[in-house]
DNA sequence: GCCAATAAAGTAATCGTTTTCATTATAGTA
DNA sequence: TACTATAATGAAAACGATTACTTTATTGGC
């Protein structure tokens, strides 16, 4: 690969003038400029980033690290980043922490050495330690999706407690009171605020779940949801749950699973309601109704944020906090009055 | 952050030592062994990758260009490639071309500047020049998913013509004959095949399918293939297909729909093939029976693929192909003999 | 006790850019 | 005409590592 050398040596000048070429920066004569560039054009010329990003301190690349890269909610997130930060020269350096400490914290380091300019963050919650790493670094963050207390960073955060007490309130406004939760992720800040929030809208309405009528499951996946599911529905009509609140979307498809595999037809002998709002939320039959995460929105809000952080460190820091919005699907319908 | 030159100061050293012992190259003694460790461990030194990938001319950095990183299948498939490649020590750089043919043009440009010591590429299809820029780039390069004519690369392919084959056989030795199928993107050589070797095994079974029976949309998106769906279920019975054959379970999920609102249930009065396998056709009531790709291996083998052939430039190109293998669901069922 | 390995450390060149500084030519102004 | 901006170029010093070369001690074999 040829190097600004090669280029300003085929041009008879020097690499300085090649360089003002490059970067449209101080003086160069029409006739120069012409000729470096044809010998740009006929080697093959690519300045390289590593050089350029080494002298200018700056490499223009962001990491992005997610938990699961795999899962919908966060393939959308990162693909709304990645798409973002394109359009403002900048480029993703995606990384996947498989909600693994280890990983998340050998991400990081990873990140530190590449000198990148900023990361986005969708942490794990196992710690808060490697966050400061990167702080003290210098490094600018943007947290997203799930919050961690006591860190000096910028936020993108979503309406998490309000959202889930509007999709239990729904339930509740549908006549249903024998409501069931399915949670997971006791790490998790998000879904301990859809927890406390789907509660209390319970609470409030007089219908306090019982405790075998709330599930917390170690992994917000569809396995250990519909196995919740399962357990939760295979029981008496007059004991089981007339509708199930699965406070994220891919535990919803576990309970249509279950129900299905139960001979109980959505809506009419069980409600359901999800959290996200990912695209198979619309595409399942019956649709999923949900309560939605500006998905793309937060992407964008998180990689706009950053960016100015970078630009400007004098800015104070930020946090965003967008709404949630309940999407009724066909997932959902009165109770029936017989029960 | 803390240099080379500042942690030998502090360690009282030279900056080859402290290169000595990070690299643990060459000889160190102990005691300075020791007292270097220490330095970085105060200064909380972590030596750049920028210099280091300069002056060794490799960055351990991978270019993965998808064309939709929100689609499930990519999603999958950079997950796997990123985690394959976290195991070898080396990172991805993710980019999603969006099927867009100047933005494929644009991350391949930046690929080169980034010096990435190879590129996974699954190609938009839209052009090959830009391949054999990476290509006289002497970088390497694998393609995985689609296939490209005449460009000297190596290939992770799937059996997409065999595939389709069974998952139509499929269909007909469950007794139907009035099978419709839904393909997309006639710029996609996977797609090609698969249709052909759908219409193959009908044609063999004396069931050719009218044209009618056929449609080929521009994108392979659930919205489009609802629209086809709808259209293609919206006829009198004895003229409407028995079953539907989606090229891929995105558009699967389409018919899905269509036949859920126009009040046919799955899989009485339809049966529906899909194509991938992508988590939701595991999800998804009835389960999808879909002609499974192993997406997992096939980011693996690309992975491991290109490492291997970075690490070797001498090694000649190779092209892998994965069997797919059809995963029977509850979504088809014997033709029902009344009709 | 001498010589050749080997161990241990440092000096300086190098990777490919950008950018400061210096130099010269040219044009504009008093 | 002399002087000062400004235009146009090049030389050379960074940026932060790695590594080829030196140089000096230390060890072991004879």
Redesign the interface.
Known sequence: ?ATIKEVAQHAGVSVATVSRVVNKSGYVSVSLEERVRTAMREL?Y??????R??RRQV?QTIGVLVP???Q?FF??L??AI??TL?GQDY??????S?ESRE?ED?YI??L????VDGVVLAPTGHNTENIH?LV???VPVVIVDRNLPHVPVNRVLTTNYQGAWSGARHLIELGHCRIALIGSAPHSEAMNHRLEGARQALIEAGCPPPDDMVVVNTLPE?EHSYQSARRLLDRPPEKRPTAIFALND?MA??V??A??ELGLTLPDDLSVVGFDDI??A?????GLTTVAQPIYQMGEAAALTLIRHIQDDSLPLETIELETRLVVRGSTAPMEPHR
Chains 1, 2 share one sequence.
Not at 91 to 96: G, N
């Open positions: 690969m093959n690519k300045p390289s980033a590593l050089a990003s080494l490499t699961q890269l795999d919908p393939s959308t990162a693909f990645e798409k394109f480029r993703a350096l995606v990384c996947s498989e990983k050998a380091d990873i530190l050495r590449q000198r790493r003290d670094g210098g569809f891919v498809m576990g249509y699973h129900a299905s695209p198979a619309r595409y399942i039959v019956p």
